[in-house]
């Protein structure tokens, strides 16, 4: 049984620059990280606890901190303030060697001059294992990953996707009880990227490790993942199942960084007609779904203005009287299944997704064309003026 809690750590890297040079119309702010006395704050106030066996999944964008927070349960960071603990034993002071833990990295690390047994069997060789043994775990280890026939090769004899199967099994081959994973797939292409993740979901089926994923690719995120962690500069913005950050995100951010393509979002305002809450947008005025309504009361939330969060696939066009808003068509973009329209209004761009099927919209669509659209009450998110989701206790 594993359990991995991390206690309020946080990561300060020491201030280089001369405190003479720091700029004097922001000196709390460089790079969206913030600075103190002490230096750089990568990491701040990051809580959270993983169960026995559970895929936890880091995402954001680069320099939010993931990799470092990654790095810091590996013991390869430092850890300035909070307490790491693995199966109850602070690990703060802890060597990586003796953590009892294996890190997958985003370039392989593979050794070029022995071959691909050699290399997954190389931290078996450092725990001067019998040959016999180290043969049976490694044979055992490239049998999960469909490598077998590639034993006897070097490295370079390898495709991308080959060599990070090779960097895996040399990570489980230990049968570590913390398998560390940092962005690994993100120098494949994207047809290899979709069968390594159909791969590692495999893989967390056929070993007992608990699993900890960085990456910065939102699909990653969501087909991996039990629980997503999303950070952004340095700090937690939302932590749930997969499900969860899609249909409730927490804030702005959280709802534009999960989903592909974006959701969109408009400056409306938040009414009540009687006890019943609508948003308004433009000439258009929408009742909200009633689990959103009972939500907002439950926050005794007030009519304000708001953003209005609508995803590309819960769009549909309409020409109903009072409900429907409407924009240009400024790029259509043929996806398969699928079509993604680009619709410019009131300054911004929306994307609406139509199916292919819909062949009533055929010759509605050409560039220039003006069009309806609108969005039924339960796939409206509505966040504050400071990003906050007002329906989020």
Not at 66 to 84: H, N, P, Q, V, W
Not at 188 to 213: G, W
Not at 254 to 280: C, H, R, S, W
Request: proline residues 4%; contains cysteine.
């Amino acid at each position: 049984m594993t359990k991995v809690v991390l206690k309020n750590i946080e990561k300060v890297y020491p201030n280089a620059t001369d405190k003479k040079k720091k700029r004097k119309d922001n000196p709390e702010k460089t790079y969206n990280l913030r600075v103190t006395d002490e230096g750089v704050v990568a990491v701040e106030d990051f809580n959270l606890e993983i169960d026995d066996k559970e895929f936890i999944v880091l995402v954001g964008p680069s320099g939010c901190g993931k990799s470092t927070t990654l790095r810091m349960i590996a013991g390869l960071e430092d850890i300035t303030r909070g307490e790491l603990y693995i199966d109850d034993e602070l690990m703060n002071d802890i060597e990586p060697k003796d953590r009892d833990i294996a890190m997958v990295f985003q370039n392989y690390a593979l050794y070029p001059h022995m071959t691909v047994r050699q290399n997954i069997g190389f931290p078996l060789t450092l725990r001067k294992l019998p040959k016999d043994e180290i043969d049976r775990l490694v044979d055992q280890a490239a049998d999960i990953l469909g490598i077998t026939e590639y034993l006897e090769r070097k490295p370079k004899a390898l495709s991308g996707g080959q060599r990070q199967r090779v960097a895996i099994g040399r990570a489980i081959v230990r049968e570590p009880r913390l398998l560390l994973m940092d962005e690994p797939l993100s120098n494949l292409d994207a047809k290899l990227r979709n069968q390594m993740r159909a791969e590692i979901i495999k893989l967390r089926q056929r070993i007992n490790s608990t699993f900890v994923y960085v990456t910065h690719d939102q699909t990653e995120a969501m087909t991996l993942g039990d629980r997503i962690v999303i950070m952004k500069d340095g700090r937690v913005q939302q932590i749930g199942t997969p499900q969860e950050v899609f249909d409730h995100p927490a804030n702005l951010f959280v709802a534009g960084f999960i989903g592909t393509p974006q959701m969109n979002f408009y400056d409306g305002e938040l009414v009540k007609d009687g006890e019943t809450y609508k948003v308004k947008y433009q000439d258009a005025e929408i009742e909200l779904s009633e689990e959103k309504q009972q939500n907002l009361k439950d926050n005794n939330v007030q009519p304000q203005k708001v953003t209005i969060g609508v995803r590309p696939e819960h769009i549909f066009l309409t020409n109903e009287e009072g409900k429907c808003i409407k924009g240009k068509v400024d790029v259509t973009e043929m996806m398969g299944s699928s079509i993604h329209v680009h619709v410019r209004n009131d300054g911004k761009e929306s994307i609406v997704i139509i199916p292919t099927l819909d062949i009533k919209y055929q010759g509605m669509l050409d560039m220039g064309n003006e069009i309806s659209f609108s969005f039924f009450g339960n796939a409206i998110h509505v966040f504050d003026e400071e990003g906050k989701n007002l329906e989020s206790k």
